[in-house]
T-cell receptor
Framework: DTAVSQTPKYLVTQMGNDKSIKCEQN?????MYWYKQDSKKFLKIMFS???????INETVPNRFSPKSPDKAHLNLHINSLELGDSAVYFC????????????FGEGSRLTVL | AQRVTQPEKLLSVFKGAPVELKCNYS??????LFWYVQYSRQRLQLLLR??SRESIKGFTADLNKGETSFHLKKPFAQEEDSAMYYC????????????FGTGTQLKVEL
């Protein structure tokens, strides 16, 4: 009964490949996010969706494309992977009517070789 | 622009010593401030928020609007407090975005 779950947890791939990370939340939250944590542990927002609608799109290369088929799912597809994409990607969700707390997934560690 | 500054990348204290993790923010409106914690190999989780004015695991944080600070404090550090701590800023009109600081790694030594 994990609240926010991401798959895969680990992903190792070659430069130039395309990969996807999936996220699902069973909390009934309206808003979902993707955050990137780099090797220095900096945590930076990438995207946010509210009820399947994109509301935040930070300065992220267009090789990154989020998709939200329904409000419980937010997937991240990355084209033409580069070395600099190596990071831990965190999915999170939030109840808009609640306390503002973000609930995070366990993270997906992407390594690009 | 909204910004959160955590000046210390690493803070090392002895068990039983007081802890203060610094956080300063930059925002002209009414901020919402949070502390999140990431224990080793675990997900990020909320530690406390300024609105609730509560003490969690012995930690407290007071919002000081004059100094634009939200420092995290604990009078006596425990070994299990060792973790990465992130200060985060939410704000009206931010589209439900939380801006995180760069994080402070707290290491409690025996």
């Amino acid at each position: 009964d994990t609240a926010v779950s991401q798959t895969p947890k680990y992903l190792v791939t070659q430069m130039g490949n395309d990969k996807s990370i999936k996220c699902e939340q069973n909390l009934g939250h309206d808003t979902m996010y993707w955050y990137k944590q780099d090797s220095k542990k900096f945590l930076k927002i990438m995207f946010s969706y509210n009820n399947k609608e994109l509301i935040i799109n930070e300065t992220v290369p267009n090789r990154f494309s989020p998709k939200s088929p329904d409000k419980a799912h937010l997937n991240l597809h990355i084209n033409s992977l580069e070395l600099g994409d190596s990071a831990v990607y965190f999915c999170a969700s939030r109840n808009n009517r609640g306390t503002g707390e973000l609930f995070f997934g366990e993270g997906s560690r992407l390594t690009v070789l | 622009a909204q910004r959160v500054t955590q000046p210390e990348k690493l803070l090392s204290v002895f068990k039983g010593a007081p802890v203060e993790l610094k956080c300063n923010y930059s925002y002209s409106g009414s901020p919402e401030l949070f502390w999140y914690v990431q224990y080793s190999r675990q997900r990020l989780q909320l530690l406390l928020r300024h609105i609730s004015r509560e003490s969690i695991k012995g930690f407290t944080a007071d919002l000081n609007k004059g100094e634009t600070s939200f420092h995290l404090k604990k009078p006596f550090a425990q070994e299990e407090d060792s973790a990465m701590y992130y200060c985060a800023l939410g704000f009206t009109g931010g589209g439900n975005k939380l801006t995180f600081g760069t994080g402070t790694q707290l290491k409690v030594e025996l």
